[in-house]
T-cell receptor
């Protein structure tokens, strides 16, 4: 019953550092998503994937990269961290299209100082 | 393009009070509508959904009716509890592969 698992839960980065946020799901879902949540701004879609080997940009992709080599894993890469990337990041998955029920991970709180 | 507008929070209520959180949408076609809830320190989870006009979604005492004529999907609960304190998100599933979320409404319930 793991569902969607994100690691780490918290991270502090210095400006210019790089890191990868990990996301894995054990429900055999085709669709996976990365969102960021800024205070009072709701959720913004960063990248999404409709299956292994296929990724596409969302609303706010700049400064991020993703890959989808397997159905289970969908890591998010920050190459040169900037203070504007301070946010809470959520990974989500769904079996079919994104207009169906999404299953969310518990989030990663990232601070860039 | 498609969009969702929610009332701003926080909404502060006493236990057993009636709750309404307003949500309106703009979309082409006939989208599915959702309410998600986020408890402190957790990810979002689906609370209820409706897929066509006049459908009523319900769960845990919460209800919302898909009103096409007013393009609304307001969330209601007759008697809130302290444990309902959370952030509530209205969302729209249109013709694409992605959900569109509102900005969220924080609910605080006091004993």
């Amino acid at each position: 019953n793991a569902g969607v698992t994100q690691t780490p839960k918290f991270r502090i980065l210095k400006i210019g550092q790089s890191m990868t946020l990990q996301c894995t799901q054990d429900m055999n879902h085709n669709y996976m998503y990365w969102y960021r949540q800024d205070p009072g701004m709701g959720l913004k879609l960063i990248y999404y994937s409709v299956g292994a080997g296929i990724t596409d940009k969302g609303e706010v992709p700049n400064g991020y990269n993703v890959s989808r080599s397997t159905t289970e894993d969908f890591p998010l890469r920050l190459e040169l961290a900037a203070p504007s990337q301070t946010s809470v990041y959520f990974c989500a998955s769904s079996y079919r299209q994104g207009n169906e029920k999404l299953f969310f991970g518990s989030g990663t709180q990232l601070s860039v100082l | 393009g498609d969009s969702v507008t929610q009332m701003e929070g926080p909404v502060t209520l006493s236990e057993e009070a009636f709750l309404t959180i307003n949500c309106t949408y703009t979309a082409t076609g006939y989208p599915s509508l959702f309410w998600y809830v986020q408890y402190p320190g957790e990810g979002l989870q689906l609370l209820l959904k409706a897929t066509k006009a006049d459908d009523k979604g319900s769960n845990k005492g919460f209800e919302a009716t898909y009103r096409k004529e007013t393009t609304s999907f307001h969330l209601e609960k007759g008697s809130v509890q302290v444990s309902d304190s959370a952030v509530y998100f209205c969302a729209l599933g249109g013709s694409t592969d992605k959900l569109i979320f509102g900005t969220g409404t924080r609910l605080q319930v006091f004993p």
